[in-house]
């Protein structure tokens, strides 16, 4: 009974929450570039308000990167700790957007309203039905249903440095008997998932010398050493002709996916055709002889994320660059330890430079892949309120995207966590024009009150 | 007698002479930069004042890009035209320079003052030796000495794309007994030179498209096709392990050096050691068999002159991008033909691309290479004139850089060219602090004198 009044208020008053979140998404919390740092700072005192509002005791903590949100409410029941960011990913290429990325408004589309800004899917919007369920509960019961923490952070875009440090001072304030996690996606546009497997990610930036300045191509071309061509070179042999990652030892750590995951996602009706073509391809591009699916939640991958050098503007300039730069990173899954895949990439690397090149690396860091522990009990009751809202059976899946955060929570805080969320492929997440479905704002909310009412009621 | 006088005049009144071209280096003459339109045409405007100042007959042409200057002046004796452009490079990287590259100055450096600016030695200080050259016999017999056409462009930095069209359209003119060139550079620090072999040149930029958006590597990384990977994987395969150039056909119209220019060539005191040294390297990185000399001056060469794609700002973006971009040059001997070599690596790029990927080429343009006759009276009386003012007989040489107006006064004029320049190899042209010493500057000023007096005398 209770539950049914919960979500005829979150029905009622879905308009209202669409209004909250693009108070959220107009702060530009980009956390990757310091010129937005206030923005992140702002987008937490936001966040301590709301949740200040529904009786929590909420606190907004400095670190030496963005600060961190906890607040801690309600009593009774297992004890669950909430985890969402609040930083989003840079905006550029700006003119590939169609309207201002921190101007959000709902548009209409043929497949429905969708909420249109930076992190409206990414993880604002996520974060916001989490934080709305709570709000309807609070508002039809008068309290909180159960004891609650949430944590809320404003590194995850940029590789949450000041994290463990974090948890590791506060973790008596943060542990709890489950994380939840809501920064992942349906598995269909109307089929609801349950992370089971996650991979990891390592990155790094690195920058080719050759010459000590940029040169005339006229008059050193042919005599003197072109970084680009280094660079081409060396990251053009990354992959072999069958789409497998040369860097020794690359593979050593990857198991094989065990054979009753691998037959449950068979049985999955993933469209591969679709997917591709959903981005304008038709062709997958990894190993040859793995499916898709496997190509993006259970093996490894190294991707060239950006490349630059010489002379990018308009116009011609017959520059023989000095520099060359790269930003590499690699998905890990299974026990692929990110320090060695590092360092084994940093010694190909170096293996490869001619006489008068040379390399710098800055900043190498990753977090390994992780796989939770569906036999916790709270994975039946989550699948079991998702399918009451849903009216699917929710999907155990991998996720290609890389969720520390899981891993920590259980490393440091000796926590399982569970990961729902309610973005689906074409979000454009990262990319220009992300989006967040109204749909999926409004049974996102709808899912989470089912399943408070399945943990603490 | 008058000679003399001449350059007693010259070196009275070198800080005038340096005075006047810090007003035209003032002048931001991008020409690449659509945003310098302006001031190409100030620029312009400022040379046609200083000729008509010295009794020229002097006009401002306009074209579909920027002004032609072109002035008439002085009779008698062989008709020379002079022929420099007022148009500069753009500066990025702009914060490695150590000053405002468009303010000016004379800095003392341990081999001397310099000029320090944009241009300062490509080509406006080199385009004022002949002015205040000119201006000097002027102002000590009170004309010019001999019939003399200055012709300046403003697009030489960018593909010169008015140039033959207004050479056809204005052939009468423009045409002269003798076109003079300066433009180029000295042998060594104190030695003359003389082109007689110059490169060609032949360039394109493209775009490599794989997904029709920006793709977020933990979604698809792995199953979709990633352009940076692409190109690196084209453009890393551009030379061989020997240094050759694999586009097919590439060498096919490539002769070998006549061997008394080989022997020539020997005899000159280049010094390899140091001319990499100059710029921090140490190994030749051309094709494996032949000499660095060859290598800038009389052989062909590919060079990657600008290469971007993907997230290139501070932090780390895992996108996955939908475009790749680079810009590809060719310096160019003996018969290549542009045209021909374009197409073939048009088409070695086609052959290579994956299932979706597809390439857009944008301006493909190139000029062939060019050979001076130098069996053209002019060029003793040069050499002679050189000679007397270094000290040291000018040296015959080749030219790894492309100056395809020597080509075009041959093929659209019938006019043959007489290339000589006072730069340096250290003068940092198209980088960041170019300079241009005084000592070249003034003894630029004073070799055309002399050569004015043996060609005019």
Known sequence: MTLDAVLDHIDANLPQAVDRLMGLLRIPSISTDPAYAADCDRAADWLVAELASLGFEAAKHVTPGHPMVVAHGGEGGPHLLFY???????????????????????????????????????????????VEAMRAWKAVTGRLPGRLTVFLEGEEESGSPSLVPFLRAHAADLRADLAVICDTGLFEDTVPAIITMLRGLAKVEFTLQGPDKDLHSGMYGGAAINPLRVMTRILGGLHDDQGRVTVPGFYDDVDELPEPIRAQWQGLAFDHAK?????????????????????????????????????????????????????VSFRLVSRQDPEKILASFQNWIRAQLPADCSVTFHDPEGSPAGHMQIDHPAFDLARAALTDEWGRAAAYVGCGGSIPIAGWFKTELGMDALLIGFGRDDDRIHSPNEKYDVACFHKGIRSWARFLARIHG
Not at 91 to 100: F, I, K, T
Not at 101 to 125: C, H, L, N, Q, W
């Open 275 to 327: 997917f591709l073509g959903d981005v304008g391809l038709s062709v997958p591009a990894g190993e040859a002889d793995r499916t898709p699916l496997e190509m993006i939640w259970s093996r490894p991958t190294a991707e060239i994320n950006g490349l630059w050098g010489g002379y990018t503007g308009a116009g011609f300039k017959t520059v023989l660059p000095a520099q060359a730069h790269a930003k």
């Open 84 to 130: 969402g960011h609040y930083d989003v990913q840079p905006v550029d290429p700006l003119d590939l957007w169609h309207r201002d990325p921190f101007d959000p408004a709902v548009e209409e589309t043929p497949k429905g309203p969708v909420i249109r800004a930076r992190g409206a899917s990414d993880d604002k919007g996520q974060l916001m039905t989490f």
